[in-house]
């Protein structure tokens, strides 16, 4: 069986030891084939390959010993426990059994000859081991040690490291024997890149030889985890790139210069375009010119003047007579949109529609029949835009905002709303995305960067202040909200259910609104009715409000210029990105805005440096890129993206140094070996490989 399968498709079964139960544990960990075993890779390593004298030992230490019990006894304390001292010529120490049998203790005697191996602690008197694996040596025979150091693996309920060494010992010996691994990254690459071949590489780390460098192997840095890091990241990139390739195939609408709409818009506007609107502006142009659909990410900062961006995009699709379609995560902003959109368009004789959940009956009907008859050029809307009786004339563009908040299927479904061409996609996030992280995760989309803020924008100033002193904070709101200006109150707690967040909000407005009561203070959370929290929104928008108090849910919100304090509590409990994104709500008007960071003591070391660069900077980028050091990539993307990202082998801050290589190797590969491509892709990528050709 083993001769005509590659290590690709034996599956785990075959192995030695692995019955029903065992290969349903190993499945929790993904592990189906013997080639699954192979890339499950150790955590850390023990050294024995060497007796290590007992005088010589220190606390901490997990190392191999060898000597003549000199004496084993019952004691009897809080717990009952069998004591074995254990000496050999250089000094003594104990081994501690509290779970023994009688068979153990008799074989424990004085006298016996043992070699064990353990972590050295501290005991009441001298060093310890606490329960030892132990051998019973046999004068006559002395006992070998190890070759290669002892790999610990990441495991689950039921499976120890006796058995993961079996496992990886008989896959390592199918590796050995019947070369069943195929090598998918050619000589030439190898050669490049000064690496081992696939074969070489896991079996030094599985069983690396005596004097291998412990701490590169437990970091990642050594070479032969390093090949495994540039196989895998090859694979994704190539992935994206030949998802991006593919979509280049599709026919897109050809859309030129309109001239006088755009002059006209750019006329009426109250302020100029930043540099950076401009650059981002022409390279939408260029891309709307090609017969290819645009995929393309533009980010920019909170404020950083996106949405006129996205105006003078959908403006060149109307020009050349095509429909637009913008979609918003939430009514709210979409109405934002709406309201943004008409203000500009309709002095030009565009007349922006809106489409949401809401929308009933008739409106709903005539609004259907105006777009599927072409006389409505643009329509705004939540997820409502891409359901079924929903029929577009001539869609050309899709304008898609905060895309990390909608799935694939979503964004999938419109595309597929343009019939015979394919409609361009410009997708827009206020979540700076670190250099590297953009590389890996979005390298099937072009990205511009709206790296400067609009003139006449203050930064807002951040406080951090103990929650002990919310009496003085209190103070500072009812001041602020007096003096004719808007605060918000933002809850966050410890747990991640939604109902306590909700509850702490509630609990908060009671304690506020008793405290407050000269204020007009309005309350949204996540369980409000959609038609309730969109109520308060627009009173605290229009002013009808002083104080809102919210929990998260106003991360992506309406633009309130007149809001120019936020007091967030908890906030050691959020990530910073998302901090980030929470103080864009104040500092969109001209006066001077604070952020107050509540927070609950004492704070964790993290918890200092993480709030100390809130203080710091208003730039997203370095927020984000601080984020993505302490926190990781998945917590800085959001599980949407990163679900499908999972790298089981690379880390992306720890490697992001290979980027620019892989980039260029994926090139390659794309040009020069496509079979090995597909073939690394299904590797490491299994049935997945569909996620992003959206």
Known sequence: MADRQTLETIPVTCLKGVGPKAAERLQKLGIHSVQDVLFHLPVRYQDRTRVVPIAALRAGQHVVIEGIIESSEIRYGRRRSLMVQLADDSGSIYLRFFHFSA???????????????????????????????????DETQPLPVEQNLTPVYPTTEGMHQLTWRALTEESLRLLEHNDQLTELIPQSLRQQHDMSDLKTALQNLHRPPVGSDVFALEAGDDP??????????????????????????????????DGPLTT???????????????????????????????????????????????????????????????????????????NNFAAWLEPLGIHAGWLTGRLKGKARKTLLQALAGGELQIIIGTHALFQADVHYHKLGLVIIDEQHRFGVHQRLALKEKGDQLVPHQLVMTATPIPRTLAMT????????????????????????????????????????????????????????????????????????????????????????????????????????????????????????????????????????????????????GSQESHCLLLYHPPLSRNGQERLSVMRETNDGFVIAQKDLELRGPGEVLGTRQ??????????????????????????????????????LIKRWLGEKVNYANV
């Not at 090949?227 to 990241?233: K, Q």
């Not at 009426?268 to 393309?296: C, K, W």
Request: aromatic share 4%.
């Open 441 to 588: 995760a979005f390298a099937d989309l072009d990205i511009s960067v709206i790296d400067e803020l609009p003139p006449g924008r203050k930064p807002v100033s951040t406080v951090v202040i103990a929650d002990n002193r919310r009496d003085q904070v209190i103070q500072r709101v009812q001041e602020s909200c007096l003096q004719g200006r808007q605060a918000y109150w933002v809850c966050t707690l410890i747990e991640e259910s939604e109902a306590l967040q909700c509850q702490a909000a509630e609990d908060t407005a009671a304690d506020l609104r008793e405290r407050l009561t000269g204020l007009r203070i309005g309350l949204v959370h996540g369980r409000l009715p959609a038609l309730e929290k969109e109520t308060v929104m627009q009173q605290f928008k229009a002013g009808e409000l002083d104080l809102l108090i919210a929990t998260t849910v106003i991360e992506v919100g309406v633009d309130v210029p007149n809001a120019s304090l936020m007091i967030i509590e908890n906030p050691e409990r959020l990530g910073l990105s998302q901090l980030h994104q929470l103080r864009g709500r104040v500092g969109r």
């Open 103 to 137: 068979a153990q203790k008799n074989a424990l005697a004085r006298g016996a000859h043992i070699r064990c191996f353990a972590e050295a602690r501290r005991g009441q008197k001298s060093l310890e081991m606490i329960h030892p694996e132990y051998q019973l040596l």
């Open 264 to 338: 006209a818009f750019l006329n009426n506007l109250p302020f100029s375009l930043t540099g950076a609107q401009q650059r981002t502006v022409e390279e939408i142009y260029q891309d709307l010119q090609r017969s290819h659909p645009m995929m393309r990410l533009v980010q920019g900062d909170v404020g950083s003047g996106k949405t006129v961006v996205a105006a003078l995009a959908a403006l060149r699709a109307i020009a050349a007579g095509y429909q637009v379609a913008m979609m918003a995560p939430t009514e709210l902003l979409a109405e934002q949109h709406r």
């Open 224 to 257: 032969a985890r390093q090949r495994l890091v540039f196989e895998e990241m090859l694979a994704h990139q190539i992935s994206l790139r030949s998802l991006r390739n593919q979509h280049r195939q599709h026919h897109a609408p050809c859309m030129q210069a």
């Open 642 to 679: 990163t679900g499908e990202m999972q790298l089981r082998i690379a880390d992306l801050l720890r490697d992001q140094g290979w980027l620019p290589k892989v980039q260029q190797a994926a090139e390659m590969m794309l040009e020069q070996h496509p079979q090995l491509s597909q073939a």
